[in-house]
């Protein structure tokens, strides 16, 4: 599968945004989605949030609990995750990860990436 993520840009604190990550070239219900980042500086990708391949089941990162919300439409091979309330700390690359298998929130278990896109929080 082939994922290809958008909706990235500047926003001020306290704004919000839309990511989508579209998918193709699979059968996209047999694949767990999840959204991860990568801070300015940092080595490491983390996770934000990841959805189960039916979309029944959804796990967060504490820190974006009640802020961000995932979502997927499997008749449109995509994945949603809505962003409110932004902060500074946001601010981020931010990737759309593919597991061919259940749900899990390690990022090292996700073996196909999307080439990422730039969130900034700044006023």
């Known amino acids: 599968v082939t994922l290809v993520e958008s909706g990235g840009g500047l926003v001020q604190p306290g704004g919000s945004l839309r990511l989508s990550c579209a998918a193709s070239g699979d059968t996209f219900s047999m694949y767990a989605v999840g959204w991860f980042r990568q801070p300015p500086g940092s080595p490491t990708r983390e996770l934000v949030a990841t959805v189960s391949r039916s979309g029944s089941a959804t796990k967060y990162a504490d820190y974006v609990t009640g802020r961000f919300t995932l979502s997927r439409d499997n008749s449109k091979s995509t994945v949603y995750l809505q962003m409110n309330n932004l902060i500074s700390a946001d601010t981020a690359v931010y990737y759309c990860?593919?597991?061919?298998?259940?749900?899990?929130?390690?990022?090292?278990?996700?073996?196909?990436w999307g080439q990422g896109t730039l969130v900034t929080v700044s006023s």
């Open positions: 990860g593919a597991r061919r298998t259940v749900i899990d929130v390690v990022v090292t278990d996700y073996n196909v």
